[in-house]
């Protein structure tokens, strides 16, 4: 029997932080685990201008998704144009996730759902419901999407309330 593989990974690049990154996501998320970390060896170390011997790769899953993070220098930092979106069922866990990712990140980024952590990857934290909320009636998605822009966390309840009329 084979085993069935994750075709797409996303590939995280941190100047030196892969492993604390993978350490912190793995402590916020249920069903997480790190499954590899790989250290540089020489050649590449050489190539990248990491130290032989200090962590080049980590592997590990959040929730059954696999993730790869390097430490991989300075040279493409993390940026606002990718994004990982937590869907929650309730306001109880976008109250979890977005207390736990937040925490120590740029609170300059805080704005309809979306956050940058302490490591600077992006994230949006939404309710599972929030395609249906936006679907359909234009005047319904306008009050909706007119809430969220007022938001930083998003607020389920006043979402509801809005797309309710």
């Not at 797409?8 to 941190?14: E, K, N, V």
């Not at 050649?43 to 130290?51: H, L, N, R, V």
């Not at 929650?88 to 940058?116: K, V």
């Amino acid at each position: 029997m084979s085993q069935r593989i994750q075709r797409i990974t996303p590939f995280l690049w941190f100047d030196r932080d892969a492993e604390a990154a993978a350490n912190f996501y793995v402590s916020v998320f249920d069903d997480a685990r790190i499954l590899h970390v790989a250290r540089y060896g020489k050649s590449g170390a050489q190539a990248s201008g990491q130290a032989e011997g200090t962590v080049m790769t980590v592997s590990f899953e959040l929730d059954g998704q696999a993730f790869l993070a390097l430490n991989g220098g300075p040279a493409f930092p993390l940026t606002p144009a990718v994004s990982f979106v937590v869907n929650c069922r309730d306001q109880h866990e976008i109250d979890r996730y977005w207390a736990a990712l937040a925490e120590g990140g740029d609170e300059r980024a805080q704005q309809c759902g979306w956050l940058r952590d302490r490591f600077g990857v992006s994230w949006q934290v939404v309710p599972v419901q929030m395609p249906e909320l936006m679907a359909g009636d234009p005047a319904r998605a306008e009050r909706v999407m007119a809430e969220v822009m007022k938001m930083k966390k998003l607020d389920l309840r006043v979402l509801e309330q809005a797309a309710a009329g």
